[in-house]
């Protein structure tokens, strides 16, 4: 690594008169949005993560309620004949793949990199959340197929089983709301899992009611029109799973950060004159990674002052956008003429 380029993680420093990057000085996010531009790291953040971590017991209990739930609905669909248990199945199962991919980020997060993959294995969520995707869109499709053949040709369904498997799918849900319960006011992620579950329970509730509509009125159109709308539930999350997954592996901003908003702020350092090659992509969720070259006045370079520099610049970065992983490449003007631009 040569003088003018240099990594860091986060250091002290400030963003130029007038300005403090440091944590105390950031506009909160709202809950829920992951992608708010100004995101410094506050006490807030910290105990997040520490909560959730804290909480990875309840979620791999949710995770094998979720999961037995779904493989329970499914046998409970091949026993019926019910389109809808099938449905809520897939339902399910895509709410098991996501607290499962919050869990596999965590172990995966917790493995060394290697000189082969120096990044680790971070990447291998990502893969895993399209194969997911990829898996419940089939399955969506193949209910809505089935659902229209159904409603031109609706068969028998078992009134009784239905309901029977739609009752212990809603009590499993409630078990799964109880342990996360307390969670859930500490940690974002444990909130997601709630209510995401909270959802599952409208899908065990669907089953139930298509169940007492067929035994007391013998309208079997009602399994298909039921599936249908459970099905139309999977779609716009796993649909956002499969765009955020691409995005990812494509290496594309991660939403929400203004690679303009970064130039302009890295320029009301003294020294600079101009800020090239601005790079954000993503390894993983949570991971955002920055890298930039940097134009900076001759004195710069030549009083020795490049380590003072790449502090001040890292600490905006971290500071008000929140990417601690960060390579900077400073260089005298003239230099870029001598380069091969990949991006302006």
Known sequence: MTP???????????????????????QPDEPGRSAAPRRGHTHADAHSATATGSRRRALTIVLAISTGIAVAEVVGAIVTGSLVLLADAAHMAADAAGIGLSLLAAWFASRPPTARRTFGYARAEILAAVINSLLLLGMAAFIFTEAIRRLMSPPAVSSGLLIGFGVVA????????????????????????????AADTLGATAVIVTGVIIATTGFYLADPIASLVVGVLILPRTWQLLREAVDVLLEASP???????????????????EVHELHVWTITSGQPVFSAHVVVDPEVIERGQSAIMLDRLQQCLSGHFDVDHSTFQLEPAGHADHEHPMHG
């Open 4 to 26: 003018g380029e240099h990594e860091h993680g986060p250091a002290s420093g400030g963003c130029g008169p007038g300005q403090d990057a440091s944590p105390s000085h950031q």
């Open 170 to 197: 809603l009590l499993a849900n409630g078990c799964s709301l109880l342990v996360l319960r307390t969670g859930q006011s500490e940690s974002l992620n444990v909130r997601g899992a709630f209510l995401e579950v």
């Open 255 to 273: 939403e929400g950060i203004d690679l303009a908003e970064i130039r302009a702020h890295m320029a009301c350092v003294p020294g600079i004159r």
